[in-house]
């Protein structure tokens, strides 16, 4: 991750400046303060993490806040020395599994090359000693089970390697068939997962961000999205949720023309509805535009420059109701 737990590295942007501070902290007021947006991705970033402390020699088995199960076996972790965990470990986990979830930490379904993805669910894991962010070794992999209603055959599961989702790699390299390879194996993967039980299932071998996806078959082409002329990247953030499916695209920074465009791509057809935040340079407050249900179509400009002023709370009860 670029920035602690931050899957897709998103640029410093401020937003919500002037606004109560219940909107974004613990519910206390304060008037003309200044928020930064990667701020307040960090902090319930911060806020979503899970932390088991956990015997390491024994067999562990964990259920996250949202259902997520972890089974890991006894003797599993070692320290950069090789030496084997024997004491207490700190298993630490995030589950991002609604489109509200994935907006508020910024964890959002876009490959490392820009194209959308269809989640079945996001997660992180790590294991460390007690009050260490440093991740340990794993010896064999862990069982992780992200649950679902039903079982979708176009999930494939992914990883994060700093700059968007990859296929995460089978262990075709290794000597454990089946497991996902560790992050840093460079031979490519196809998603390799295991067989369905009460959810979508794969073994890792290294913490780090994991996602069940699958990519939108069709035609893509371009499209743009109208704001306010004169935007700044510094001060505005544009995400695109996909009706009906458990999709969030952080629009890069890159895809801004300078004047009033955001232009990314997308397949023909799609419903979409998007969403645009924005700083008012000259108040500080925040503004933003949520439009919704519209049909991709090639080369077509989605009008969403008109923002209005509103909570924190407000947008992000928008967002959850989003179809």
């Known amino acids: 991750m670029k920035k602690s737990y931050l899957l897709v590295a998103a640029a410093a942007m401020l937003i919500f400046a002037a606004c109560q501070k219940e909107n974004v902290l613990d519910s206390e007021k304060s008037t003309n303060t ?10 319930n970033r911060a806020k979503s993490l899970q932390t ?29 020395n090789g030496r084997l965990i024997t004491g207490n470990v700190e298993v630490k986990l995030m589950e991002v599994y609604t489109k509200l979830e994935m907006f508020k930490t910024d ?12 989640s079945g669910g996001e997660f ?8 260490s962010d440093k991740g340990l070794d794993f ?10 209603e039903s079982e979708d055959p176009n999930m494939k599961f992914w990883i994060d390697r700093g700059d968007g989702w990859e296929l995460a790699p089978d262990k075709n390299a290794g000597d454990r068939d089946g497991v996902v390879a560790a992050p840093g194996d460079e031979d490519g993967g196809d998603g390799h997962m295991d067989p369905w039980d009460e959810g979508y299932v794969a073994d890792i071998v290294s913490g780090g961000w994991f996602n069940f996806d699958w990519t939108p078959e069709g035609e ?10 004169g935007s700044d990247v510094a001060t505005t953030d544009v995400f695109i949720s996909v009706d009906g499916q458990l999709t969030m695209v952080h629009v890069p920074d ?17 419903v979409v509805s998007i969403i645009v935040i924005q700083m008012d340079p000259a108040t500080g407050a925040n503004m933003y535009n949520i439009v919704q249900s519209v049909p991709i179509e090639c080369d077509m400009v989605i009008e969403a ?16 109701h989003l179809p």
């Open 220 to 229: 893509f082409c371009e499209f743009c999205i109208r704001v306010p002329r």
């Open 124 to 131: 992180f894991i790590d294991v460390t000693l007690p009050g």
């Open 139 to 148: 010896v064999d992999g862990i069982r992780v089970v992200v649950p679902a």
């Open 52 to 80: 088991f402390t956990v015997d390491a020699s024994s067999a562990i088995e964990l259920t996250g806040e949202q259902g997520t199960t972890i089974s890991i076996p006894a003797n599993n972790f070692r320290d950069v």
């Open 107 to 118: 964890v959002t379904t876009i490959t490392a090359d820009g194209r959308m993805l269809i």
């Open 254 to 270: 890159a895809a801004f023309n300078g004047g009033d465009l955001y232009c990314t791509s997308g397949p023909v057809g799609t």
């Open 305 to 320: 420059a008109d923002l209005h002023y509103g909570s924190i709370d407000d947008m992000n009860d928008e967002i959850m």
């Open 34 to 43: 200044s928020y930064e947006l990667d701020d307040y991705y960090k902090d």
